[in-house]
Nanobody, 127 residues
Framework: QLQLVESGGGLVQPGGSLRLSCAAS????????IGWFRQAPGKEREGVLC????????YYADSVKGRFTISRDNAKNTVYLQMNSLKPEDTGVYYC????????????????????WGQGTQVTVSS
């Protein structure tokens, strides 16, 4: 059974950092594009960034450029979202999502493009 599990969320002060993890089970991430999305209360889910299966294509939302980075460790079947210089507006539930893009590595920051989702992890940035 294909499963994604996010972890690493929590409460952090503005300017702080968090690293989220997205661990996959039941399949290997080798041929999957991975996206991170977030949803704040009362708002639509928005794309934060995505990375292609090869790691050669990475896209970031303007709001997180220079602060967030995505990386993948296919050996551990895990993807990471490093979030630095966090702001209150980064608060929300963060989700990872995947889509098999074999044979063409690609990604898109559109929620409907992804096939499988994790349950989400809460990130709260507040003093």
């Amino acid at each position: 059974q294909l499963q994604l599990v996010e972890s690493g969320g929590g409460l952090v002060q503005p300017g702080g950092s968090l690293r989220l993890s997205c661990a996959a089970s039941g399949f290997t991430l080798d041929y999957y594009a991975i996206g991170w999305f977030r949803q704040a209360p009362g708002k639509e889910r928005e794309g934060v960034l995505c990375i292609s299966s090869s790691g050669g294509n990475t896209y970031y939302a303007d709001s997180v450029k220079g602060r967030f980075t995505i990386s993948r460790d296919n050996a551990k079947n895990t993807v990471y979202l490093q979030m630095n210089s966090l702001k209150p507006e980064d608060t929300g539930v963060y989700y990872c999502a995947v889509r098999n893009t074999r044979p063409q590595p690609m990604c898109a920051m559109t929620a409907g493009w992804f096939d499988y989702w994790g349950q989400g992890t809460q990130v709260t940035v507040s003093s």
